[in-house]
């Protein structure tokens, strides 16, 4: 027998391929909601973003950087260089009933590390802020306006007040009381402590639901006790302080550099000052305190905070740099994150004094 061909054998059996692995489903991108729902965790060390925010007298401040009255003019001047709604808030200029001229010039001239000022409480008057400025501050969102006012006579606050509360969003009122009452012998309201509390008790009936604050003059011997008189007539808050009495000579022509001969002393040169007056003041009272005087860095508002004050105002530093409160709340923020601040707050009365 003829053997097979080749051609002939049976054929091998061929295993069987394995099925290909599964593969799985591709992982759906992130949605922009997804990110804003469930945010990432911070990296191992990071530091979070500080909360800058202050409250007091009903009034939420997004960081205790506030501009002070006489050096922010009334607010809307400043939008074309600083992003108002960046600030805690800032305070007008003073308002009277009527408009005043102010001073005759000279009537600014720079110190040693500050400035004497005697402007003369010149301003629009309370109607004009109303009809004129106020409207152009309410297009604004986010920003806390302070009306800064002042009088020759507790009728001179009263009615200021009762003009400015027919305007819509001002937050609060600011009592100049550094000025003389008239009515009795020129002293000054804020030197007195009956004339304080006299004050400042018609303006809070003027005032309605809208707090008020007490800016204090440093021309005192005790800064507690007027700080006191302050709170028992029933102030929300009190700011301190104004400027020092003060005064410069040419020795040239032997005159006066100022026209009105004194003039208030503002700066850095008055920092060391106002900062223990406001640690007196906060320690005195329960009612919040706003620091100013001098400030000008970060590290000074840091230092007003540290003394007792829940804010600050910046004022104679806009002089030299119209930007300086928008830097100044950037540096507070960078400060806090250098030094693992989570809240603004935690500093506030945190003077290690032992």
């Known amino acids: 027998m003829a053997p097979k061909s080749p051609s002939s054998a049976p054929p091998k059996e061929v295993p069987p391929k394995a099925a290909p692995p599964k593969e799985a489903p591709p992982k759906e991108a992130p949605t922009k909601s997804s990110l804003l729902t469930k945010p990432l965790p911070p990296a191992p060390g990071a530091v979070p973003v500080p909360d800058l925010a202050v409250k007091f007298c009903g009034i939420r401040f997004k960081n205790p950087v506030l501009a002070a009255s006489g050096t922010f003019g009334y607010g809307i001047e400043f939008e074309d260089i600083v992003t108002l709604e960046k600030l805690g808030g800032f305070v007008t200029k003073g308002l009277s009933p009527e408009p005043m001229p102010g001073n005759p010039p000279p009537r600014i001239f720079e110190t040693a590390a500050g400035m004497l000022n005697s402007i003369g409480l010149q301003n629009i008057g309370a109607r004009a802020f109303v009809e004129e400025k106020l409207p152009q501050l309410r ?5 806390v306006v302070i009306c800064n006012v002042f ?3 507790r009728q001179e606050y009263e009615r200021s007040i009762r003009i400015l509360n027919e305007g819509e969003g001002i937050a609060a ?5 550094s000025c003389p009452n008239t009515q009795h012998g020129g002293i000054i309201f804020g030197s007195d402590p009956v004339a304080l509390e006299e004050v400042v008790v018609t ?4 005032a309605g639901p809208r707090p ?3 800016k204090l003059s ?3 011997t005790s800064i507690p006790r007027m700080a006191r008189a302050a709170e028992n007539a029933g102030a929300d808050a009190i700011s301190l302080v104004n400027t020092f009495v003060a005064m410069s000579i040419d020795a040239e022509t032997r005159r006066p550099r100022i026209s009105n001969i004194t003039a208030g002393l503002s700066g850095p040169a008055i920092k060391p000052i106002a ?3 406001v640690y007196e003041a906060s320690h005195s009272v329960d009612i919040p ?3 100013l005087g001098g400030i000008a860095t970060a590290a000074d508002v840091i230092e007003f905070l540290l003394a007792g004050a829940a804010a600050v105002q910046v004022g104679t530093a806009n002089y030299f740099d119209p930007c300086a409160t928008e830097k100044i709340v950037e540096g507070v923020r960078a400060w806090c994150i250098e030094h693992r601040i989570e809240k603004i707050t935690d500093l506030i009365g945190g003077l290690v004094a032992e």
């Open 139 to 143: 297009k604004k969102k986010d920003v």
């Open 151 to 153: 009088g020759y006579s």
């Open 173 to 177: 009122y600011e009592l100049n009381v």
């Open 203 to 206: 303006a809070k009936n003027a």
């Open 212 to 214: 008020v604050i007490v």
């Open 218 to 220: 440093p021309n005192v």
């Open 275 to 277: 900062l223990r007056m």
């Open 289 to 291: 305190v706003i620091g």
